[in-house]
């Protein structure tokens, strides 16, 4: 066993607290990684809050991590001790499922889904009626040491930051897998709804991929801070006649708020046969008109974060574009105000937490 | 001028009258139909009720039109008097946008979009602030004449009963351009979400693409009607037990409900990457849970009737194939009762008016 230190909340009212705990020795395919970094996705508070109603507990929360390989195991044969590398959302899938086979692992439809990085696997035993991994919890990078499979390690470029790094494997991912898969291309127009987190990442990857990016916001003070991120345009969500011109003009839009939230009002910015994707919001969103959707054949798709090979992918386009999250660097003693001022949207645009203050 | 005679409403809280009008001679390019038989859509009552908000009154409905050329423009090429002919959903497009030089006239982006059989322009002049077509209301076939531009005018081909060939016009097209358009092909797996008009199309034209075919229906007697009319399997759609076997099995579903429902419970049927098309509600629909389509990347989508091409393709490939609708004929003094019947769902499955009998 290793010993393990973290922060981790007992219950869904709980702060998060400093926490020791064990982890398994390494198995043969296994790589054990000093954590030097974690970023602080809006989703950890989402499961330490329990507000998808899934979360287990202690609650150990941190799937943007940064590290340094301290130990391998026998097999591990992509990595050595000392590379600088990175854990996303998932540390394995069942391996077998077309999804898995086809290199879609986060699409997993094995029995438990992919085993997340924490919150153990995406479907519980008490709702697959099995559990392969074995384990109900797993705990993630708000701690010293994470001990993954090395499949699901990535590696991290030279070039780029270690602590800027660390929300490009889900922030990132999460925006840069689903414009991969609707093909944005050079010259497109791209539509970037809520910009936080999630939002920056998208308008600086989209910006990277040569789209022109048109951000939409609900906070009057980021339509400034859209423009020198590198937005063509910016626009209050709620501005209605700034955004009647736009009708039928975007070949892609994605959605980050991380809350229910109204789409209608762009779905009718884009152009017949296009697709809107929510990224941010894993919950019923208010109902869609599909008088919009019909009349120019619109979709309204989900997309949930993006394979491994799709986040070496995002780090190494990245490094290449020179392309990094905003980031600052807290002290995980300060973690529960992080927490609160991510809720209120006060984050410019990510927080990371620096490990070395976790002792 | 040509005297018409027609069933109309004045307006939303009145009911289809005979009156008696005049239409437009025919320009060059046009021709004029003695109408045989109309098919009863709901949307026809959803635009007499003014449902959706956009009626213009007089509103004579009707667009599952088959008649016969009695008389042609002197530019017309492709039809002459005699020939057995349809009409659907559309008269007229700007003929110039992307959409309408691809063929997708039904995706008209001009600036009135496509113009309607009945109800005018698809965007009217006082949403528009401009009306190219000239004329802020149109009447359909439910009346003894139409005038046509020959473009919009489809072939109605040997071996298709004239009466059992109107609904293609209208739901035929409206569940086949989602098909093809999401590529159903032999052996995949397909669920029809309600069996109406629409619904009982979907099914047939799905199970001569050599699907396999699922119907869900609220309606218990359908259950057997269904597979009575070829289903492979059908289930009430708040059957959940009998759904939950069928999670992630699907490889396209088209809801034909045509009003706000709720198409959760048949996304987390859709396999990885699929769609849910809803061709039968212009509405804001019950909100979805973002959970579930992004899970597996879901699309939910909206489309809205055929093109020109793909009206032909349909009403070809039911003639080759032997698809037709289930139709009732009615004299059209009893529209009324008619109407009523549809919207309590106890048409089985399609009314087609007899315009001899209209006099």
């Given at each position: 066993m290793i010993s393990a230190l973290g922060y981790a909340s007992k219950n869904a009212h709980s702060h998060l607290h400093r926490w020791e705990f064990e982890r398994d020795d390494p198995k043969a395919n296994e790589v054990v990684i000093d954590v030097l970094f974690c970023g602080v996705c809006h989703s950890d508070i989402h499961q330490v809050k329990n507000e998808w109603g899934n979360s287990v507990y202690p609650c150990l929360p941190g799937h943007e991590i940064v590290g340094r390989v301290s130990r391998i195991g026998a097999q591990v044969s992509r990595y050595k001790e000392g590379d600088l590398v990175g854990v996303g959302c998932m540390i394995d899938s069942c391996r077998q499922c077309d999804a898995c086979r086809s290199g879609e692992q986060n699409y997993c439809q094995g029995p438990n889904s992919w085993l997340a990085t924490y919150n153990g696997p995406m479907k519980p035993a008490k709702e697959a009626g099995q559990n392969m991994y074995g384990r109900d919890n797993t705990f993630g990078g708000y701690s010293n040491v994470v001990v993954v499979p090395e499949d699901f390690v990535l590696r991290i470029p030279e070039g780029l930051d270690p602590a800027a790094a660390a929300p490009i494997l889900c922030a990132g991912v999460t925006t840069f897998s689903p414009m991969r898969h609707w093909e944005v291309k050079a010259g497109d127009k791209v539509?970037?709804?809520?910009?936080?987190?999630?939002?920056?990442?998208?308008?600086?990857?989209?910006?990277?991929?040569?789209?022109?990016?048109?951000?939409?916001?609900?906070?009057?003070?980021?339509?400034?801070?859209?423009?020198?991120?590198?937005?063509?345009?910016?626009?209050?969500?709620?501005?209605?006649?700034a955004l009647e011109p736009l009708e039928a003009s975007f070949d892609f839009?994605?959605?980050?708020?991380?809350?229910?939230h109204d789409v209608n009002p762009f779905i009718a910015l884009l152009k017949h046969d296009r697709t809107l994707a929510i990224v941010g919001a894993l919950e019923e969103m208010k109902g869609v008109n599909n008088m919009d959707t019909a009349m120019l054949r619109r979709s309204v798709a989900g997309s949930l974060i993006g394979s491994i090979d799709e986040t070496q992918e995002v780090l190494d386009f990245c490094a290449q574009h020179q392309v990094a999250p905003e980031i600052e660097i807290i002290d995980i003693k300060d973690i529960n105000d992080a927490m609160k001022k991510v809720e209120k949207g006060e984050v410019r645009f990510r927080y990371v937490i620096d490990m070395a203050t976790l002792s």
């Open positions: 539509g970037v709804v809520g910009l936080g987190g999630l939002g920056h990442m998208a308008l600086k990857l989209a910006k990277a991929l040569g789209a022109k990016v048109t951000v939409f916001t609900s906070t009057k003070e980021k339509i400034k801070e859209a423009k020198t991120l590198g937005a063509d345009e910016a626009y209050l969500e709620d501005d209605e006649k839009i994605i959605s980050t708020i991380p809350q229910k």
